[in-house]
């Protein structure tokens, strides 16, 4: 039967909820306090209308139009894109094996919040206590038991948003987009009512225009404003395709991805303000205590939770579940993606995909459980973003520019919605972001020409990198060529 949205407030929290996870919080700050702070957000809001939105409203439209998951619609435009969903879904399930990881480490967290198990030493407590991180990727060590359990219950969590498909992910993103949203507002306004708040932000908002002339604050606006809307993964366009006929198509992608945004500025103010209380307590200057990614959300902040006048319980406990529902609606939209191209095009029962998709993404994830799992998953994270991403992204605009009619989708989404989209749109899709994507494409490949990611050796990248990429094209072209229901 065809997966359908009961509504549209359904569908538009579904997108959202993919859209808003953890990179709105531990990542969009910290790539904006590096590049040039307040003045990032020239690139950022360029990158977004020359970029985000016209993939977005891409996405939106050909799921709509063909009605069917990413690599059926995408097979529609010309037959061999088929393979290019595939490998967008397999990139986006590299993503979703180390996700649900880091999920399971936020389950353990809030569990340590009740009695603020980390103590003092927060670094040394995640680090050597918590990971048992070893020396080098190399160094596997065994499963850390605690962490493997946390995985366990994200997985339990992510098929039982999934159930159902759209009928369940419609009813759990209530939840797992609102329940974010109030918590981060709590955030900031403890953050900006804490001394030293308006230190920290200063660190976030000053403008360094100087920081507009690197070109690599440019690619690097780019790359946030993908990862951060969920775009070249073909969720969003399996998402779109669950819509019913005479759905809007452009007000909802300008609607999804100014959300996003917004959410992302605004979590900078959660972030910077409780950083500039951080540097106020103990001493140090702000730009010594900015962190992002994992040292942020379990060495950082809970050290700002232990020195909280007080509710340090209440808070650590909000904070942990705040990157659970964030991230969760993330992780699905990519497993529900998935099940979904699966179910579309080999028949198989749902129940079984769910499940298969669990048991097969768990035990990859196990990897990332043992004492060197934080290296691949810094590895893997890498690659899947800066290669898998980025070559669907290209490759996307590069089908509907360039090998379709790219007016005819223009003129599908325009005749959809009552807020239109002009030319500039095919410009964008034709050449602008297949040039900018494309150059940041170049840089990244000489820059790992040049060096191992990382100061990792260069086994342990090929391993956790090109490896991942070979077997996930190689996956994508078996999934293409296997013979369908039809
Ligand atoms: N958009 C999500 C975020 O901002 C990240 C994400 C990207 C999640 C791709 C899943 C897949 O955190």
């Not at 996870?21 to 040039?36: A, D, K, M, Q, S």
């Not at 020195?307 to 659970?324: A, D, K, R, Y």
Request: charged share 10%; aromatic share 16%.
């Amino acid at each position: 039967m065809k997966e359908i949205w009961q509504s549209r407030t359904s569908f538009v929290l579904a997108s959202i909820g993919s859209a808003i996870g953890l990179g709105n919080i531990w990542r969009f700050p910290y790539v904006c306090y590096e590049c040039g702070g307040g003045a990032f957000l020239i690139p950022f809001l360029v990158a977004l209308l020359t970029a985000g939105i016209p993939l977005m409203v891409l996405e939106y439209s050909v799921g709509h139009k063909f009605s069917k998951p990413a690599p059926l619609a995408l097979g529609n435009l010309k037959k061999g894109f088929e393979i290019l969903g595939w490998f967008a879904l397999l990139v986006g399930f590299g993503i979703a094996t180390y996700y649900a990881v880091i999920m399971g480490w936020a389950f353990n967290y809030l569990g340590y919040s009740l009695n603020m198990a980390w103590g003092d030493n927060t670094q040394g407590f995640f680090f050597n206590q918590f990971l048992k991180i070893s020396e080098s990727p190399m160094q596997l060590g065994s499963v850390q038991w605690m962490i493997a359990l946390g995985l366990i219950l994200t997985w339990i969590a992510i098929v039982a948003s999934i159930w159902k498909g759209a009928k369940t992910v419609g009813k759990v993103v209530y939840f797992t987009v609102i329940i974010p949203w109030i918590i981060l507002l709590v955030f900031v306004a403890r953050g900006l009512t804490l001394p030293g708040a308006l230190e920290g932000l200063k660190y976030y908002l000053t403008p360094n225009f100087s920081a507009l002339l690197n070109y690599r604050v440019w690619l690097h606006a780019y790359s946030q404003v993908f990862f951060s809307l969920t775009i070249g993964f073909g969720v969003q366009m399996t998402y779109a395709s669950f819509l019913p006929r005479d759905s809007d198509v452009v007000n909802n992608a300008f609607l999804v991805s100014l959300a996003d945004a917004a959410t992302a500025f605004v979590g900078g103010f959660a972030v910077f303000s409780t950083l500039g209380y951080y540097a106020n307590q103990t001493g140090l200057p702000v730009s010594e205590v900015v962190q992002s990614g994992p040292q942020l959300a379990f060495v950082t902040y809970p050290t700002i939770i232990r020195l909280l006048p007080f509710g340090s319980v209440i808070f650590g406990v909000l904070f942990f579940l705040m990157l659970l529902t964030l991230g969760i609606d993330s992780a699905f939209s990519l497993v529900e993606a998935g099940a979904a191209s699966l179910i579309e095009k080999f028949n198989f029962k749902r129940v079984h995909v769910n499940i298969g998709f669990a048991i097969v993404a768990g035990l990859i994830g196990l990897i990332y459980t043992t004492r060197s799992g934080l290296y691949w998953l810094d590895i893997v994270d890498y690659f899947m973003n800066n290669f898998g991403l980025l070559v669907v992204g290209i490759l996307m605009c590069i089908a509907v520019g360039w090998f379709y009619k790219h007016e005819e989708i223009r003129e599908y989404a325009n005749g959809k919605s009552d807020f239109t989209i002009g030319r500039w749109w095919d410009f964008s899709v034709k050449y602008l972001t297949p040039i900018v994507v494309g150059a940041l494409f170049i840089t990244n490949v000489v820059d790992r020409v040049k060096a191992a990611y990382g100061g990792y050796s260069r086994i342990a990248e090929f391993l956790g990198g090109w490896l991942v990429i070979i077997v996930f094209v190689v996956v994508a072209v078996i999934l293409f060529k296997k013979k369908g229901r039809s």
